[in-house]
């Protein structure tokens, strides 16, 4: 296009020499100067206005369209389009990605009306939403939506994911064991089939395991915090999220808890504070231990928010000292 355009833009200037230099250059009369730049001045600009109201060209990209700008043209269609229930499913899994859960939670449930609750992806997407806004829903109404979503969709990557999630939370450790099994048939990812493996490992420990031996774990794994921040890290009322992780490995937090921003804090994480049942910390492991203040309020950490980080050793290091001095790019 650019190269058609400087074409275009001599091609023009070719013309408007044909045209203008004979007006200057009148050797019977005076040279009309007035008319020449007039006549390049129509020929330049109405034909460059022509061409835009005329041609087919996508002058305004829509490709460069924000994701929020996407998506709130989706949910004017969606007031056009109030039985397209692809259109809410759309709606619901876009507010999901920007972390609009609330929006995403009305998308899904719109659906779910449209689809007379046969569809399980409204389900799932509507319990997943509720669960990344509270983890704690996975034991209520999200819950609920993902075994409703089994029922109609037993073969459901997502709700079997969720499923057993929601089977460990309850501690039904068999009924996590076979859903997590069942994923790991599906031929999932690299990735995502070490993560699977290491649950079923976990599991199969803990049930094998005496009933004693689990509460004497939980005993003495433990992280001790004081929490601090940094005197230019504004005020307010957003929530404070403190969590573990494995040192040098990715996925979701080991343990995490949420919290009022008032410092200075004292904060201890145990394997209570699993965010999977059975997927914690023990003596021995070495962690990253983050304090992330979340200044939209949602759990997963955006740009802006102010942040500290330690590492620490479970069953050696005591009491520690975490200053939020730090943020997010």
């Known amino acids: 296009m650019f190269a058609f355009l400087i074409a275009a833009a001599v091609l023009m200037a070719g013309v408007v020499a044909l045209v203008a230099v004979p007006l200057l250059r ?99 997407g509507e319990a997943e939403a509720l669960a990344l806004s509270d983890e704690s829903e996975l034991s209520g109404r999200a819950g609920r939506l993902i075994e409703r979503a089994l029922a109609i969709a037993p073969d459901s990557g997502k709700a079997l994911f969720y499923g057993a999630a929601v089977a460990l939370r309850r501690g039904d450790l068999p009924l996590a064991r076979e859903r997590f099994n069942r994923l790991l048939a599906m031929n999932p990812p690299p ?80 394997p209570a504070d699993a965010m999977i049942p059975g997927r914690s910390f023990a003596p021995g492991q070495r962690l990253e231990v983050v304090a992330r203040i979340a200044r939209s309020g949602n759990p997963v950490g955006a740009s802006g928010d102010p942040f500290g980080q330690i590492s620490y050793e479970v069953g050696k290091d005591g009491l520690r000292d975490l200053r939020i001095d730090r943020v997010t790019p």
């Open 191 to 270: 990735n995502v089939r070490a993560v699977l493996e290491q649950q079923i490992a976990a599991l199969d420990a803990r049930l094998s395991a005496p009933q004693s031996q689990p509460a004497a774990a939980a005993g003495e794994a433990r992280v001790q915090l004081t929490i601090t921040a940094g005197s230019d890290v504004p005020s307010g009322d957003a929530p404070l999220f403190v969590f573990v992780r494995q040192a040098g490995a990715g996925g979701p937090p080991l343990a995490a808890k949420r919290l009022a921003s008032r410092f200075p804090q004292s904060v201890t994480l145990t």
């Open 26 to 124: 009148r050797t019977a009369l005076p040279p009309a100067t007035g008319a020449a730049f007039s006549a390049a001045a129509v020929l330049m600009f109405g034909s460059a206005l022509l061409y835009v109201l005329w041609s087919s060209w996508p002058w305004r990209n829509p490709a460069a369209d924000s994701p929020q700008t996407m998506v709130a043209r989706l949910a004017r269609q969606m007031e056009r389009e109030p039985r397209n229930l692809e259109g809410w499913l759309m709606l619901g899994r876009s507010y999901t990605v920007l972390q609009e859960y609330p929006l995403a939670v009305r998308a899904y449930q719109r659906a779910d009306q449209l689809s007379a609750g046969r569809s399980a992806e409204a389900l799932t």
